[in-house]
T-cell receptor
Framework: ETGVTQTPRHLVMGMTNKKSLKCEQH?????MYWYKQSAKKPLELMFV???????ENNSVPSRFSPECPNSSHLFLHLHTLQPEDSALYLC????????????FGEGSWLTVV | GQQLNQSPQSMFIQEGEDVSMNCTSS?????WLWYKQDPGEGPVLLIA???AGELTSNGRLTAQFGITRKDSFLNISASIPSDVGIYFC??????????WGAGTKLIIKP
């Protein structure tokens, strides 16, 4: 139990579907992150939220839409994805976004068919 | 952009052997972090290093923050089957951005 919970753990969706990934952290942190992990690639930072404000968007396509309603919850809304978007999506949190140690959730495995 | 070289890419070892892996960067880092990821799970923090020269242990794991602040190593002593997985290093640069290594995959020979 890392204190960061992601749901669902596995998701299969068609290219025309709309789905969302959810993340909740119970660590009292103020920063939350979405990372993408594809096979044989380093972790790719997608979005950073610090005190509910988006502070980083690493040129992520608009078919990925994050939402951070409060410091404990983070969503990743997915629509019209492509098969190459299939990957493990990791949520993480830290005290603040300035280089603090980050703690990951268990990840959501996404398969786009 | 910033790059962090992690080596080796993979290791085949016998149970009971010691393991060593490292990360190097062309620029200085303020923090070094080591994570382990089991198949199908998220990375779990093993050791965090905050000062140049710092040597920290966590059970059979030992990691050091290089004195030049451009490298770090992780050692695992007397490896056991549950040590298999992928080990990632990450460094926090002067802009407080976390830069990730590509991972070292540890495989125990049967």
């Amino acid at each position: 139990e890392t204190g960061v919970t992601q749901t669902p753990r596995h998701l299969v969706m068609g290219m025309t579907n709309k789905k969302s990934l959810k993340c909740e952290q119970h660590l009292g942190h103020n920063a939350m992150y979405w990372y993408k992990q594809s096979a044989k690639k380093p972790l790719e930072l997608m979005f950073v939220y610090n005190f509910k404000e988006q502070t980083e968007n690493n040129s992520v396509p608009s078919r990925f839409s994050p939402e951070c309603p409060n410091s404990s919850h983070l969503f990743l809304h997915l629509h019209t994805l492509q098969p190459e978007d299939s990957a493990l999506y990791l949520c993480a949190s830290s005290q603040e976004s300035a280089g603090n140690t980050i703690y990951f959730g268990e990840g959501s495995w996404l398969t786009v068919v | 952009g910033q790059q962090l070289n992690q080596s080796p890419q993979s290791m085949f070892i016998q149970e009971g052997e010691d393991v060593s892996m490292n990360c190097t960067s062309s620029s200085i880092f303020n923090t070094w972090l080591w994570y382990k990821q089991d198949p199908g799970e998220g990375p779990v923090l093993l050791i965090a290093l905050y000062k140049a020269g710092e040597l920290t242990s966590n059970g059979r794991l030992t990691a050091q923050f290089g004195i030049t602040r451009k490298d770090s190593f992780l050692n695992i002593s007397a490896s056991i089957p549950s040590d298999v997985g992928i080990y990632f290093c990450a460094g926090s640069d002067s802009n407080y951005q976390l830069i990730w290594g590509a991972g070292t995959k540890l495989i125990i020979k049967p």
